[in-house]
């Protein structure tokens, strides 16, 4: 299986300041059909999960573009430009590359 | 309104069965593949099972391979989950959601999901 690890696990950010998460793969995630089948999603507190960015680097429908998902191969980062106080909770990267779909740990994101 | 609406969750002791529905409105059902995702209390999510658009490939998660069963009834809009044998750690916030296919494989659309607890 793909093993997906986030770091950090949690990040504290002043609000109007950036953030940053990293996802690593255990295993290129670049698909046999060229694709790199990499998604960021985003958990408000008791909310269901919510896409932001798919395929490494494209945003969502309705996706602010304060967000934005880069990287390649096994190494992929989401940023966020400038917190706002609507972005606190925790980020998913997830891969479909190959069965079983995975999921990293999450980023709790809280304001300071 | 497009959306996806789970229910079945509730109590069952190990051993037991359940069997969950989505229902799925303000879309083409039988145009998307859908797929079940779990989340233990306080835990990150699960990946469990998907299914195509027809019902003809099946995937599963090896911890629920062999125990858990995934349908769907595109005449009913309706995508199903028949939870056998459940255990302890079966016990999560089930969320279906509809995956938008080739060449982007990404959950655009989620359920609010339904609790499952399995306990004694």
């Known amino acids: 299986d793909i093993v997906m690890t986030q770091t950090p696990l949690s990040s504290p950010v002043t609000l109007g300041q950036p953030a940053s998460i990293s996802c690593r793969s255990s295993q290129s995630l670049v698909h046999s059909d060229g694709n790199t089948y990499l998604s960021w999603l985003q958990q408000r507190p008791g909310q269901p999960p919510r896409l932001l960015i798919y395929?490494?680097?494209n945003r969502f429908s309705g996706v602010p573009d304060r967000f934005s998902g880069s990287g390649a191969g096994t190494d992929f980062t989401l940023k966020i430009s400038r917190v706002e106080a609507e972005d606190v909770g925790v980020y998913y990267c997830?891969?479909?590359?190959?069965?079983?779909?995975?999921f990293g740990q999450g980023t709790k994101v809280e304001i300071k | 309104q497009v959306q996806l609406v789970e229910s079945g969750g509730g109590l069952v002791k190990p051993g037991g069965s359940l069997r969950l529905s989505c229902a799925a409105s303000?879309?083409?059902?039988?145009?998307?593949?859908m797929s079940w995702i779990r989340q233990a209390p306080g835990k990150g999510l699960e990946w469990v099972s998907y299914i195509s658009s027809s019902g003809s490939t099946i995937y599963y998660a090896d911890s629920v391979k062999g125990r858990f069963t995934i349908s769907r009834d595109n005449a009913k809009n309706s995508l199903y989950l028949q939870m056998n044998s459940l255990r302890a750690e079966d016990t999560a916030v089930y969320y279906c959601?509809?995956?938008?296919?080739?060449?982007?494989?990404?959950?655009?659309?989620w359920g609010r999901g339904t609790l499952v607890t399995v306990s004694s």
């Open positions: 959601a509809r995956l938008e296919q080739w060449p982007y494989w990404y959950f655009d659309l």
């Open positions: 997830t891969q479909a590359t190959q069965f079983p779909w995975t």
């Open positions: 303000g879309f083409t059902f039988s145009d998307y593949y």
């Open positions: 395929k490494i680097s």
